[in-house]
């Protein structure tokens, strides 16, 4: 298969699946409250510990996923991710109760690996100095899940708490059967590597990749830490605009719209055209700049166009995460993809298992009758912080490659006379 048209299949199998992904922010607190009979800020803490059941399974499973990936290849890891996911958008859609949702964030949890082999499949295709672009390109689907899948949420939130989850819930079973039918396998069968169960965990995968490169865990410890600063906007951004600026979902749903187009033009056009001229390292550093002011903007806010304005300056982060990954990449070999993507994963879910309930219980500290200080938007300046120290451990494995790895890529000489 062609390597563009490849590469095309997994942006689309990506996009929809974050289609169903915005469909259901808009509407989740809405749902939380309306089966717990609780208000936002409880609702907040119940969503935290949701989130932190989910990333607990992709701790145990992602790895397990990824050094399956190696051994039997992307497609069928792909294919699994997405039809678990679509079972748990439908057990949401029709839950009675609390517990309900519990049951199907665990099962989406154990298979939820849809990112790690999207990335590995990436990898797979794309020559190592390309890898940020294209990475870049996973993160341009997502953002134009983020641009229709929250509005389409908001509207389709008015007929009924539950209706995006079951919308949602169709999109993913329509995804599965796009890649049953059109996605073929990028892990040709000489690449792959034996199933080793004793390597089916984060920590000893990592240490196997070391042998590969002294920089992988300083990468994936950036890269995890990096999402435990980014976790704050899935975890609270809803509670927040509700607390902070009495959005409804109709406006959450515009406001994350706009969070959507901003990080498609910097993932999608913005890497392509400026990552050649800075280079990684200026990248990260720009992307986590942006991510700390944007924080601020957010606590300072007092009308919609600044809150537009830090949802604008924030898409900038959409630097960091492919920055990071396309150099990591690097310095791995090409059987060792999927254990490295699944090992990033499962190091990333223990943010995804720490931040929700720490930002959820931050956010009820500062908001609400019971609060210390009405500062709703203090899990947002929290969340910068994190970010800045993902910064400093990102440099130190940076330090650790030769300068011209990370370096802007030299502009081409100008043609000679004909």
Excluded: C
Excluded at 218 to 228: K, N, P, S, T
Excluded at 299 to 320: D, E, K, N, T
Excluded at 334 to 343: K, P
Excluded at 352 to 366: D, E, S, T
């Amino acid at each position: 298969m062609p390597h563009r048209a490849s590469i095309g299949i997994v942006f689309a199998i990506v996009l929809i699946d974050m289609l169903g992904f915005g469909i259901v922010m808009p509407v989740l607190p809405g749902l939380i409250m309306h089966l717990g009979h609780v208000p936002v800020d409880s609702a907040a803490v119940y969503a935290g510990w949701l989130g932190a059941g989910y990333a607990a399974m992709q701790f145990i499973f992602a790895p397990v996923i990824g050094n399956l990936s190696d051994r039997f290849g992307r497609r069928p890891v792909l294919l699994a991710s997405i039809l678990a996911m679509g079972i748990d958008y439908a057990i949401m859609g029709i839950a009675p109760a609390l517990w309900w949702l519990v049951i199907g964030r665990l099962i989406a949890g154990m298979t939820g690996a849809s990112w790690s082999a999207a990335y590995a499949y990436i990898a797979d295709i794309t020559p190592p100095e390309k890898r940020a672009q294209s990475f870049g390109l996973m993160g341009m689907a997502f953002g134009f899940g983020f641009i229709f899948g929250p509005a389409l949420g908001g509207l389709l939130g008015t007929i009924g708490p539950q209706v995006p989850f079951l919308a949602a819930a169709g999109l993913a079973l329509a995804n599965f059967a796009l890649g049953l039918v059109v996605l073929r396998e990028s892990l040709p069968p000489d690449k792959r590597r034996p199933f080793q169960m004793a390597r089916a965990n984060a920590f000893a995968s990592l240490r196997a990749l070391r042998g590969q490169s002294s920089t992988v865990l300083w990468f994936v410890a950036a890269l995890g830490v990096w999402q435990l600063a980014h976790t704050v906007y899935p975890a609270i951004w809803a509670y927040f605009a509700i607390a902070a600026y009495g959005f409804d979902e109709k406006q959450i749903g515009l406001a994350l719209a706009v969070v959507g187009i901003s990080s498609a033009l910097v993932q999608g056009l913005g890497l392509r055209l400026f990552l050649p001229r800075l280079g990684e390292r200026r990248a990260v550093l720009i992307g986590v700049a942006a991510f700390a002011v944007s924080a601020v903007l957010y606590a300072v806010a007092r009308s919609v166009p600044m809150i537009y304005l830090a949802i604008v300056v924030g898409g900038l982060q959409g630097f960091i995460q492919p920055s990071i990954q396309a150099l990591n990449s690097r310095a791995v070999d090409a059987s060792s993809q999927g254990e490295l993507q699944g090992a990033t994963q499962s190091i990333g879910s223990i943010a995804q298992i720490i931040g929700p309930p720490l930002y959820a219980g931050v956010f009820a500290k500062f908001s609400g009758p019971t609060a210390l200080v009405h500062l709703p938007a203090m899990p947002l300046l929290v969340a910068a912080g994190f970010g800045l120290a993902a910064l400093a451990l990102f440099l130190r494995g940076a330090a650790l490659l030769p300068r011209a790895a990370t370096a802007p890529s030299p502009e081409p000489a100008p043609a000679g006379p004909s």
